[in-house]
Each structure stands twice: as structure tokens, then as C-alpha cells.
């Protein structure tokens, strides 16, 4: 498969792709049928949240805020 034909199949734009006629609804099925299971090569990921709070993260701007204007009044 050329890269033009790939673009034709990818996620992002085959629904527009479908709608102006460049290829079928049943051409871009067909093709998601046609994909190789690759779930064997995924890797898991964890994302961590910042454990500041929502009130300790005001602060800290707030803080921020002071040390700017403290610097304007210099």
C-alpha cells in the first residue's frame, strides 16, 4: 500500500474520505478487517497526576503573582 492510499484509510480524515467519494464505506471496513492484530506489541501507560491540589495550585500562583508585582514596584 502507497502512502497516498494509506492517508486514504486514516482514521483522522476517512470519514471525509468516505463522504467525497474517495473510497466506499465498504472498502474502508473491508480494510479495517484486513489489519494485522498488533495488541501483543502494545505497551501499557500509566499516567500519574500531580498531587498538588487545586488549592495549593492557587497559592502557588498566587505567590507567583506577588513576586511579579513585588518586581514592578523595584
Known amino acids: ?3 497516498k492510499e494509506e492517508f486514504l484509510y ?3 480524515v476517512a470519514d471525509r474520505h468516505i ?3 474517495a473510497i466506499s464505506k465498504k472498502e474502508y471496513e473491508s480494510h479495517l478487517k484486513n ?3 498488533v495488541e501483543e ?3 501499557a501507560l500509566i499516567i500519574e497526576e500531580d ?3 487545586a488549592e ?3 497559592q502557588l500562583n498566587e505567590a507567583e503573582i506577588d513576586e ?3 518586581g514592578e514596584t523595584e
Request: no cysteine.
Open 1 to 3: 500500500m502507497t502512502k
Open 10 to 12: 486514516d482514521v483522522r
Open 19 to 21: 463522504q467525497d467519494g
Open 35 to 37: 489489519l494485522p492484530d
Open 41 to 43: 506489541k502494545g505497551e
Open 51 to 53: 498531587k498538588v491540589s
Open 56 to 58: 495549593e495550585e492557587v
Open 68 to 70: 511579579i508585582e513585588e
